[in-house]
Each structure stands twice: as C-alpha cells, then as structure tokens.
C-alpha cells in the first residue's frame, strides 16, 4: 500500500502542454449513479479553475435541485485525472466534487462526496486510518437488445450468438456449436468462451486508464457473463473505479459491435451479476480484521463490523441493490444470498470471509449481496457505516453457518435466519426506519435520504407497478 503523491493542478496544466491535449472532460454521477460529463476547450483550464469550479444547472441532474436553487459547481479532482481513449482528439478526464456555490462547501447530496465523508468519519472515530475496497462487477454482453414501454405494448428481446438458446439456430451461415449450457459457464474455455478477446481488450485499455486489473474470466451465465478483476483501493477512488470501469466495459463493447449491461437481472433462469464488496479497514499501517486464533482468523473488531452490517443490511440494501430488478436477483438458486448470515468461505452467505491464508494486509470480509446497479458512492458508504455503527456498539453477528445455506435454512434451526428483503418496496421501507446510523458525523444527510425515498417510490416501483407485465398476458389473458 505504498503512497504516492497525488496529482496537483499545475501538474494537471504541466500534462496538458506536454501531451498536446485538447479537450479535458469533466465527469460526477448523479445522485442514482447515471454518469454526467460536459467538455472543456484544454486552453481555457487555469490553476484557479480547480479552486474556483464551474457552475452548472443542478436542476437538470436526477436528484439535485430544485430549479428555484439549480446553481451548483463541478471543482475538478486532479487526483482523478486519466486520458481517455473514447474520444477522437486528446482528451483528459478528471472526476469532480460538487460544491454548494453558497457555502463553498460539499453539496449534500453528490455522491462523490458521501464517500469522502464516511473515509473521514472512520478517521474521526479513531477506528481506521483508511477503509480499502475491492469491489467485482459482474456484467453481461449481448449481440442485440430491443425493448419498448408504450400504452398497447411493452416487451423486451434479447440475442447473443454465444448463447445457448441458439446451438440450434439456422442464421444464414454455419452454426459451429462450442455454447456453454445454460448455468454451466463459468471459467469456460475458447471455443465455448467467446468473449476472451473482448475481456482482454478491455482489461488493456483500463490499465492504460491507470487502474490495476488483477483477471478475467467467463462467469457462470452461459449467455455472455463476465468478470473482470480490479485491484483494490480505498473507499472513494475504488468507487470511482467502478463508474471508469462501466464507462469503459460499455464503449468498448460498443467499438466490438456489441453492447454490455450491468443490469443485475437480465435473463429469467440464469445467474444475475452482482457487485461483491470487498472491505478490510487499517489502522497504524495495520489491519484491523486480522487476529490469528479467532474464526477464520477476523478480529474482535472484523466481528463488530460484521455484526453492525448484518443487523442494518435490511436498510443498506435500499442503496447496494437500489432497482427493483435487484429483487430478480436475490432468489435462492442463483449464488446470490438471500439469508443474513456470515461463514468461512461459503458463497452461499451474505458476508463471506475469504481464505487469504497468514497474510494479514489480505484479511477481509466480502459482503455478497450489492449489485451493479448500485451507486458505488452511496453503496460503500453504507457499508462502511453501517460497520462503523457495529464496532461502536460492539454489535456481535450470530454464530457463524459454514454449511450449504440454502438447505440450513430449510431446516427448524434455519427458519428463524433473517433474510434480505424481497421488493425494493421492502428495502426502502428498511431505509426508512433505520437510518440514524447514516447520519453519523453528517455523512448522509437526511435530506439524501427522503429524495432517495421520495424518487425510488415515484419513478421506479409506481412507473412499474401501474404497467402490464408481458407474463400477465400468459397468466390472464384467457380468463
């Protein structure tokens, strides 16, 4: 975890004149987590652009403001900054803070800047110098997508020639086979893996991006799911990896003629993507999760902040699984957890403790249950406060389940596990009855979290449940 300085602003001015660029691209999230950018004639960039920011029209950004108060500003990172490929003339990217013009201050509801503030609620508590972040977004690639949403119609379509569903298919050309069958992809070999080059492409172009990609591999959806392994970092820049990371995965996809989705759902009866939240916390140049001895080797403290992620996960889940597509994905049969548990290794747990072996910079927690619809900002977060919350109140988990979840929970004993919610509506009822631990040392802020409420309930679970669903017409039409 060796410590580099950051970028400056004249360093910033420095690259520009030595890479000849043109254009700097400025990029933030809204509040849900969709990526913004507006561009910059590079010769317009001064050392005060830093400080003084660029105002733009928060009105117009999903979760912001109100149009009476849309002034906002972009203050630009130069810690961020990374040249971007997707552009045809030089380009650099930085992501941005957003500034409330009248107090010079954090605007409440950037997401950017929830991440910042739990890193310095950590330090300010006195229990870690640095939350680290490793965080594995699962997506899938596709040859076609179609959908539409109208008053007489609403339907979706999706193709992809490496998908199993067309090891049959007559397309005008011979069809060579080599398809994994349906739930059987992972770690596929070429031929039956036909998306190596593509992974590998686009693993190159994020190392050129300044990120560090660790693997690649088919997962285990058999009609185009992927992974791609980044390097973990801290808290902030890991979830500034995540949105880099989309960007990235979309428009390459793009140039191969194909599209990528990080939908955690895309396909009924296969595995749906998920974001595992990789968390360890340091202190004095150590880990605070590592104590031989203990169970699988975590901490008194690794156990509190399981303990306090465990009893808010509930709440959590309204940020780390934030569509109601989320809910398609946490059924059983899919490796996606849907019991409250925590275990040695066992994937089938919503926490898992991976075996790292004496290494104690390695010792973690993964918590599987976050998808990559997630706002990363908002998620890790979360995460990250609710866990703060469990050190604190020193909130033991139960005891450990180190066998097959899914049939553990069947039983007497298992029955009486608390589970993930099941609706979107259920987990934003969650976030709405337990959310002081959030507000802890003004991280969220209360206002965040009623616009959350307000436009989850508003736009996405009324706008679903007033439409038809095409299986309703299977299920009803002939009454």
């Known amino acids: 975890m060796t410590k580099t300085r950051p970028p400056t602003a004249r360093d910033v001015l420095r690259r520009i004149q030595a890479e000849e660029i043109l254009f700097v691209d400025l990029k933030f999230t809204d509040l849900f987590g969709g990526l913004q950018h507006l561009t910059l004639l590079a010769d317009t960039l001064d050392e005060g652009s830093f400080t003084r920011g660029l105002n733009f029209d928060g009105s117009s950004v999903r979760g912001f403001q109100a149009i009476s ?60 110098d640095a939350a680290y972040y490793g965080l594995e977004s699962e997506f899938y690639v596709f040859d076609d997508v179609r ?16 998908a199993f569903w067309n090891s049959g298919a007559e397309a005008g050309r011979p069809n060579l086979g080599h398809r994994a069958t349906k739930k059987r992809a ?25 990120m560090t990609i660790e693997l ?68 004095n ?43 398609r994905r946490l059924v059983p049969g899919y490796e996606a957890p849907t019991n409250l548990v925590f275990s040695s290794r066992n994937r089938s747990a919503c926490i898992r403790i ?29 995460v990250l406060m609710a866990g703060l919350d469990g050190i604190i109140n020193r909130i033991d988990p139960p005891d450990p389940v ?18 993930v919610p099941t609706s979107l509506g259920e987990a ?12 802890r040392n003004g991280v969220f802020t209360r206002d965040l979290i009623d616009t959350w409420l307000r436009m989850k309930r508003e736009h996405e679970i009324n706008y679903l449940s007033l439409r038809p669903h095409p299986t309703e017409f299977s299920l009803y039409f002939d009454v």
């Open 354 to 382: 991976p075996y790292t072996g004496d290494n104690p910079k390695t010792k973690r927690l993964e918590f599987r249950t976050p998808d990559p619809s997630a706002n990363p900002y908002l998620s890790c977060a979360a």
């Open 69 to 128: 108060q849309s002034d906002l500003l972009l203050r630009p990172d130069p810690a961020s900054i990374f040249r971007d490929p997707f552009f045809d003339d030089p380009t650099l990217s930085m992501f941005c803070d957003v500034v409330n013009p009248k107090t010079q201050g954090p605007y409440s509801r950037d997401p950017r800047g929830v991440a910042k503030r739990a890193e310095i609620a950590a330090r300010s508590l006195g229990i870690a």
């Open 216 to 283: 690649h591999h088919h997962e285990v959806g058999a009609a185009g799911q992927n992974e791609i392994g980044v390097r973990f970092d801290t808290l902030s820049r890991s979830a500034d990896n995540v949105i880099k990371f989309k960007y990235t995965v979309k428009n390459v996809a793009q140039r191969y003629g194909k599209t990528a989705t990080f939908m955690p759902k895309p396909l009924f009866e296969e595995a749906g993507s998920g974001m595992h939240t990789n968390v360890s916390l340091f202190k």
């Open 186 to 210: 992972y770690f596929a070999s070429p031929p039956k893996d036909g998306f190596h080059n593509l992974r590998g492409k686009i693993s190159l172009v994020l190392r050129e991006m300044g």
């Open 402 to 419: 180190d066998q097959d979840i899914y049939e553990y929970a069947n039983s007497e004993t298992g029955k009486l596990l608390r589970s």
């Open 428 to 439: 934003l009822d969650a976030l709405e009855e337990d959310h002081e631990f959030l507000l």
């Open 147 to 162: 959908y539409d949403q109208a008053t007489q119609h609403g339907f979706y379509f999706i193709n992809s020639d490496a």
């Open 285 to 327: 140049g150590k880990n605070a999760f590592f104590e031989p001895g203990c169970y699988a080797d975590m901490s008194q403290v690794g156990h509190w902040f399981i303990g306090g992620l465990l009893k808010h996960a509930p709440a959590v889940c309204a940020f780390g699984n934030p569509s109601t597509n989320s809910y």
